[in-house]
């Protein structure tokens, strides 16, 4: 199965070849010349022109026999996917599919204003298969007779190409030939079938249907000497196999075409057995041609273009990929398969920073690998490690998420105050600050929030630090602080969707992800716009036909990375908006979820890898990815690797976008909401080894204590969850994620050893989707509202939106009614008690409130889809405010990219209270992030017991701690000045962990 998240597919075409055309061989040279000019030629120029949409119809029947899964004989799968290539194709805008799965369709009438039936199906074949269904009854066959002579055209696939003599006349009538098995009600084989990988040939290269087409090689179960009417005008051969030896002149025909009086077309091909022939490019262009000029549906000049797609993208894209029995009946598994060990991209040695003393980027460098070879501070002696300097900014307090850049002794960073500044690496001593402007109170106005960048600048163009404000990218003078002046209007330039990330600079262009989407390229001394890439993508451009309707997110807020020797940026980016519900967004959304790789110099999609397809749990690829090199089957090999929030870690060729281990998918359930359409397959990864829980089950709950247990087997009485559970109104779903597995914190990579370190948490959250259509309440306030607020809203809510697995009220008109509401007042459900008594016109009141009948309802738009909303996040957390499933909560994981296992997961932090009960480590919810060194050390904070800690990078042991003012709220980085070592953190609180927020940044070194 290739890889269409990873990378354009298609067979590589073969050369052109010469070729030659023939009408018919049963006909005599002059009347082959003759009908060559007059009829031939002619059928390139009675296509409609575009205007009316014309409606092709696939009859497509069941998998007919051998082993499900091998590709073989599978009919319906072939009819989805030239539904969807069609529906994506450069021709979407003139032709229009309608699928019947069942080989026929249950409502007739659907053949009625079809310009054009295919039929991919059994054929006869003896008492073994099915008839095909065109064929199936003589009432079928008149109803097929009937669209014929209205002119409608007709499209016989491989074994649907199968006919019994008493058809034959009919057959060739409709479309010119067919698999002739009978003789005399009796089997006696004219025609011949034979498996072969073989060159195929276009006999009539000049006809609409080859346009585009070149001979190509294929591996068919190839039907040769086919029955065609003899001397027949209107017939033309399409398609031929030398290597087959027919009986007759046009034994060795797979292909063919006829123009009828009627006006009808009529197409045929023997091809179609094995499902793999879709990839070759040549081939799926041959049978869309032939579909659409069928259809009488303009052919473009170079043919119908069309991508192949894989089959969990053609389950989605079909409309009932969300009927339940469909659903079931499709393979558990899928698999987008590994690349082959030679198509891996070679190692070139290129390697990350050449200074190691500097740390001149947040996350390290343009690798984002957060890897330093300094060994000053190694396992022997980190246990001396003593506190160097804190410095206080002094101008505020906040939570600082940016790893601080080091470059000659001066550490570049963002402060609580929102100023960058410059301190003295060696001392902590301030040299200079800057602030710039802030005009609002969004997360992308803190300036250098997730990262800045040091650029050494080259001969024409000075040395610059860049980071993002609000809408601004600014160039400040590294040595003085100022803006420079060259750089756009005053030191800055507009960035149009905000920015939160560290950039990357290749030779002389900043590339540089919007926090709201898009990624943007500029001139590094000019600041002039180069490009920008669109997430998600418009008109056109490659992938907007996986949003059905305009949709948000799909935006980078983790990081980016560089691979500085080829030029090629790899941006990670979050879910498609708003998160719980997809009924305004359905389809694939590209380019939510992905890791995309773009060329540098001019923007270009090289190729992207989408993790989770139309993810509706906000379940983002949140980190920076990391460039690594690898051994993999005795070759070193360039990759990259991507951690993502379920505890996935990507990994893939650099340049292709190929897995470097097989990437399985399992079939996962369908929608509970009306208006949300799932998608089919979703990631069960086996390699590399996840390293997070994934699915939270009621064997996760707590076991701490008796009472812990209870709390939470009753907080989740009512809960849905399993795997990529989707969410049922009103009623909550508990899954991991929403925090990690790993967050934009991400990883680190040590080179030496091709290990990866990556902190992740394992808590379990509760979300309530409800159905959020509700008229604004009446003002003043109704007798109903009045007592709700009285009576109900400590656990709904105020504004009924429920409080925790409280469930909502808003929109409880659409799923019960009074006496439904009167049966709980009076019996109490779950945990909520029966509800104090209450007079009749009280309860009228409130039933009124309630089902929003107490104010004006705006009339409802039944065309809409339904509008949904969700009751706020929530942890599942015990009645003491531990987390409510069994540890490890929070985690340092090594995983082997070499081999893909997972080699050592340790508990990061602890709480206090529990060790000194006996409890042995849990580790605790964690926003920090590792850094290793070559001094085999993994350095990590972040952690609720605002500690940082140094672990043996080899097993995973704790060799070294020490307490911080808050809870650290990034990676630490490591830099040298005058030959010691130092390794510096912000250490400010706040953030998702909550909390006091300050204003420290503390670096601790080895004792002078």
């Known amino acids: 199965m290739t890889c269409r998240y990873a990378h354009a597919t298609g067979w590589p075409r073969k050369r052109d070849r010469e070729s030659y055309c023939c009408v018919s061989r049963f006909s005599p040279p002059l009347l082959r010349l003759f009908c060559w000019f007059l009829l031939v030629l002619p059928l390139g120029a009675q296509e409609e022109p575009p205007g009316a949409l014309k409606k092709v119809v696939l009859l497509a029947g069941k998998k007919s026999h051998g082993p499900e899964g091998n590709r073989i004989h599978d009919y319906l799968w ?32 659907s053949l009625e204003d079809a310009d054009t039936i295919m039929i991919l199906s059994d054929g006869r074949d003896g008492d073994k298969f099915e008839e095909a269904p065109h064929l199936a009854s003589a009432e079928h066959v008149a109803l097929i007779e009937r669209q014929m002579k209205r002119g409608c055209g007709l499209v016989t696939f491989h074994f649907s190409t199968f006919a019994p003599d008493e058809y034959g006349e009919q057959i060739l009538r409709w479309n010119g030939g067919y698999f002739d098995w009978e003789k005399d009600g009796k089997r006696d084989w004219f025609s011949a079938i034979t498996i072969k990988e073989a060159q195929v040939e276009l006999p009539s290269p ?41 009986r007759e002149s046009d034994g060795n025909v797979v292909a063919w075409a006829r123009q009828r009086k009627d006006g009808g077309r009529g197409f045929g091909t023997t091809c179609g057995h094995f499902y793999d022939n ?68 070679a190692a070139n040695g290129a390697a990350g920073r050449g200074n190691a003393r500097d740390w001149p980027r947040s996350l390290g460098d343009a690798t984002s690998a957060r890897y330093s070879a300094l060994k000053g501070i190694n396992r022997e002696n980190v246990k001396g490690l003593e506190l160097a300097w804190t410095y206080h900014s002094g101008d505020g307090s906040g939570n600082i998420q940016c790893n601080p850049v080091i470059v000659d002794g001066v550490m570049f960073a963002p402060t609580a105050g929102a100023r960058i500044v410059a301190v003295n690496a060696a001392t ?8 710039p402007e802030k005009k609002a109170n969004r997360l992308e106005d803190a300036p250098a929030r997730r990262g800045l960048i040091y650029w050494s600048g080259n001969g024409e163009t000075s040395p610059r630090i860049f980071f993002t404000a609000g809408n601004w990218i600014y160039a400040l003078n590294p040595k003085k602080g100022e803006p420079i002046e060259s750089f756009g209007m005053g030191g800055r330039v507009e960035l149009p969707t905000g920015g939160t990330v560290a950039g990357a600079v290749w030779k002389t262009t900043l590339v540089v992800p919007g926090f709201n989407g898009d990624v943007f390229a500029f001139n590094v001394g000019t600041g002039k716009l180069q490009w920008r890439f669109r997430t998600i993508p418009q008109g056109a451009e490659f992938g907007a036909e996986t949003w059905q309707r305009p949709g948000q997110g799909a935006n980078c807020w983790g990081g980016m990375a560089l691979d500085e020797s080829r030029g090629i940026a790899y941006v990670s980016t979050g879910s498609p908006k708003p998160n719980f519900d997809g009924s305004g967004h359905p389809g694939e ?58 505890g996935n870690t990507l990994l893939l060729d650099r340049v292709t976008g190929k897995p470097l281990f097989p990437f399985r998918l399992h079939r996962a359930p369908v929608s509970r909401l009306t208006g949300e359409i799932t998608w089919p397959y979703q990631p069960d990864v086996q390699l590399p080894e996840p390293f997070a829980r994934q699915v939270f089950s009621r064997a996760d709950i707590t076991d701490r204590t ?46 030496a050893s091709g290990r990866l370190y990556v ?34 809203a400590a656990c709904h809510g105020a504004d009924l939106v429920g409080v925790g697995v409280a469930p909502p009220l808003r929109g409880l008109r659409h799923r019960m009614n009074d006496e439904q509401v009167r049966e709980i007042w009076k019996k109490g459900r779950n945990l909520m008690p029966p509800a104090p008594p209450m007079s009749e016109d009280q309860q009228k009141a409130l039933l009124d409130f309630l089902f929003v009948r107490d104010r004006v309802q705006p009339p409802t738009d039944l065309n809409a889809p339904p509008r949904y909303s969700f009751g706020g996040y929530r942890k599942v957390l015990d009645h003491e405010e531990y987390p409510g499933s069994k540890p490890p909560w929070g985690t340092l994981n090594c995983l082997d990219l070499n081999s893909g296992k997972l080699l050592w997961k340790v508990p990061l932090g602890e709480y206090q209270a529990l060790t000194r009960a006996g409890v042995a480590k849990t580790g605790t919810e964690n926003f920090g992030g590792a850094m290793v060194t070559a001094g085999g050390l993994v350095f990590c904070s972040g952690t609720r017991d605002n500690k940082i800690r140094a672990f043996d990078s080899a097993t995973g042991a704790e060799l070294w701690s020490a307490p911080l003012p808050l809870h650290g709220t990034t990676a630490a980085a490591t830099y040298e000045v005058d030959g010691r070592q130092f390794v510096v953190i912000p250490a400010t609180g706040g953030g998702k962990l909550g909390g006091p927020t300050g204003d420290a940044y503390v670096a601790f070194a080895l004792p002078k």
Not at 295 to 309: I, L, M, Q
Not at 315 to 327: G, S
Not at 720 to 745: Q, V
Request: negative net charge; proline residues 7%.
């Open 589 to 646: 959304n590209l380019f939510a979820n992905c890791l995309i790789a773009l060329n540098v110099a001019t923007g270009e999609r090289l190729w992207h890898f989408q993790e989770i397809r139309h993810d509706i749990w906000d379940l983002d690829v949140p980190a920076p990815p990391n460039l690594v090199s690898v051994m993999h089957e005795g070759r070193r090999v360039d990759a990259v690797a991507q951690v993502t929030k379920i």
């Open 278 to 345: 879709w990839q070759n490019a040549d081939f799926r262009r041959f049978i869309l041609n032939g579909i659409v000029w069928s259809a009488r549906a303009e052919v473009p000049a170079d043919g119908v273009e069309a991508r192949y797609f894989e089959r969990d993208e053609i389950m989605a894209a079909t409309p009932d990929a969300e009927n339940p029995v469909v659903r079931a009946q499709m393979p558990e598994f899928l698999e987008i398969p590994a690349a082959a060990v030679e198509e891996l991209t």
């Open 428 to 435: 902590g001593q301030e040299l200079w600050g800057f602030k």
């Open 78 to 109: 072939s009819a989805r996917l030239i539904k969807t290539m069609i529906e994506h194709s450069n021709v979407r805008d003139r032709v229009r599919v309608e699928l019947h799965a069942d080989g026929w369709p249950k409502d007739e009438t």
């Open 706 to 751: 008796p009472e812990a247990r209870a709390f939470i087997e009753q907080l989740l009485s009512r809960a849905n969850m399993g795997w990529f559970e989707p969410f049922e109104e009103s009623k909550p779903t508990a899954f991991y994620g929403l925090h990690g597995g790993a967050e934009w914190t991400g990883s680190a990579f040590d080179p």
């Open 759 to 792: 902190t992740a948490n394992e808590l379990p959250w509760i979300i309530t989707v409800f159905r959020d259509d509700d008229a604004p309440a009446a003002r003043p306030a109704t007798a109903g509202e009045q007592l709700y607020q009285q009576t109900c």
């Open 206 to 246: 000049g006809h609409s249907i080859c346009r585009g087409v070149k001979p190509f090689r294929m591996r068919e179960e190839f039907y040769y000497n086919i029955r065609f009417g003899s001397g027949d005008p209107a017939l033309t051969h399409l398609l031929s196999v030398p290597a087959l030896q027919g």
